[in-house]
């Protein structure tokens, strides 16, 4: 499985931004898929995931409410969708697919950079 996000971009505080992770490989489909992210001088945290079939999800409590998780397995498209954005929310974000659900990710695509302005 190949992965590649994008979407990222420079947003006013509030705004809102679509990224789109596609993927590669009729595999996509049989896997969970992730979205992290990494902040300036932070670890990388996971902040999103949904199952093979989109019938489950998690959020973390930073982004609960405001992001939403989707997939499209017939486009092998994984999207997430961030509304009411805020400068807390300037990071690389980078989508990545694991084999075994979302504990572990086992493919991961290049990151794409969000930069929230107050």
């Known amino acids: 499985v190949q992965l590649q996000a994008s979407g990222g971009g420079l947003v006013q505080a509030g705004g809102s931004l679509r990224l789109p992770c596609a993927g590669s490989?009729?595999?996509?489909?049989?896997?969970?898929l992730a979205w992290f992210r990494q902040a300036p001088g932070e670890e990388r945290e996971l902040i999103a995931a949904?199952?093979?079939?989109?019938?489950?999800?998690y959020y973390s409590d930073s982004v609960k409410g405001r992001f939403t998780i989707s997939r499209d397995n017939a486009k092998l498209t994984g999207y997430l969708q961030m509304n009411n954005l805020k400068p807390d929310d300037t990071a690389v974000y980078y989508c990545?697919?694991?084999?075994?659900?979302?504990?572990?990710?086992?493919?991961w695509g290049q990151g794409t950079l969000v930069t929230v302005s107050s």
């Open positions: 949904i199952s093979w079939s989109g019938s489950h999800s």
């Open positions: 490989g009729r595999d996509f489909s049989s896997y969970a």
């Open positions: 990545g697919q694991g084999t075994t659900g979302w504990g572990t990710m086992d493919f």
